[in-house]
C-alpha cells in the first residue's frame, strides 16, 4: 500500500491568530495536529515546536523500521516525550512564554498497521468501509466528567467548562494514550482540532471525506463547514489515506 496525504489550518472566524500546527507527509509515514495554548506566543509556540521534534524525532526511522513494530512504537514514544521536554524547557527560560502547551495526536504508518498517540482533547477519527470512528479519548474536564455519568455533555455546564483540559505538553507529567490499528486499503485517517469537532459531527466529516475526489478537497470542505457553523476557534485537519498500489 502507498499512501496519501493532505492538511490544512486555519485561524477561524473570531480569532486573531492561528495556535494550531500541523503536519502531515505521505513520505514520512506521519500525520500530527496540535492545538496550543497559553495566550498566542505561548500557544503557537509550544505547537509548532511540538510538531518539530515529533516529525524531526520520527524522520530517523529508516525504512526497514517502519515494519518493526517495536522500534516504531519506541520512537513514537520518545518522540512526543522529547516534545514535552522541548516545551517544558523553553517555558523555563521564557517567562512569557511560561503557560504555554499544546494538546497533540498523531498517526505513524507502518505497512499494515497504524500507530496512534493523542494528549489532550483533538482527535483521531477512522474513516472504513463507509463508517466513520473515533480512536482517541478525550482528555478534557468535560469527556472525564460524562464518561464517569457526572454530566450531561449537553448542559450548560458542559459549555462552560468546554475548554478545560486534563492533559497536555507542557505538564511535568504526561501520560500518552497510544493505540495499534489495522490498516486497510482505502482506510483515511483524520486527525483534528477542537475547531473542527465542535462544530462538524462526525457523520458530517464521513461524507465530506467520501465525497470527496482528493485530500486536499476534503481538508477545504471540512474546513469550510466549520467556518460556516461559527469558526469560533482555530480549525485544524489532517488526512492520510492508505491506498492499494496497482499491479505491476
Request: some cysteine; charged content about 25%.
Amino acid at each position: 500500500m502507498r499512501l496519501m496525504a493532505a492538511a490544512l489550518t486555519h485561524r477561524g472566524r473570531v480569532r486573531e491568530d492561528n495556535e494550531d500546527s500541523a503536519f502531515a507527509d505521505a513520505w514520512d509515514r506521519l500525520a500530527v495536529v496540535c492545538d496550543g495554548m497559553g495566550g498566542h506566543a505561548g500557544g503557537q509556540v509550544a505547537s509548532e515546536l511540538a510538531v518539530e521534534v515529533i516529525s524531526s524525532g520520527l524522520r530517523r526511522l529508516r525504512g526497514p523500521d517502519w515494519a518493526d513494530e517495536d522500534k516504531v512504537i519506541e520512537s513514537v514514544k520518545n518522540a512526543v516525550f522529547g516534545a514535552n521536554d522541548h516545551i517544558l524547557s523553553r517555558a523555563r527560560v521564557d517567562s512569557a512564554l511560561s503557560d504555554m502547551g499544546t494538546t497533540v495526536v498523531l498517526c505513524a504508518f507502518m505497512p499494515d498497521r497504524v500507530i496512534t498517540a493523542n494528549v489532550g482533547d483533538s482527535r483521531i477519527y477512522r474513516v472504513s468501509a463507509g463508517s466513520i470512528a473515533q480512536i482517541s479519548e478525550d482528555h478534557s474536564l468535560v469527556a472525564e466528567r460524562v464518561r464517569a455519568g457526572l454530566l450531561d455533555p449537553d448542559s450548560e455546564e458542559a459549555r462552560l467548562l468546554s475548554n478545560i483540559v486534563t492533559r497536555a505538553l507542557g505538564m511535568d507529567h504526561v501520560t500518552v494514550d497510544m493505540t495499534i490499528e489495522n490498516l486497510l486499503p482505502g482506510d483515511t485517517y483524520l486527525l483534528c482540532s477542537d475547531g473542527l469537532h465542535d462544530l462538524v459531527e462526525s457523520e458530517d466529516m464521513l461524507a465530506i471525506v467520501t465525497r470527496a475526489d482528493t485530500l486536499e478537497r476534503a481538508c477545504v470542505e471540512l474546513v469550510d463547514t466549520a467556518l460556516r457553523r461559527g469558526g469560533h476557534d482555530n480549525i485544524t485537519v489532517a488526512l492520510m489515506r492508505a491506498v492499494e498500489d496497482p499491479p505491476a
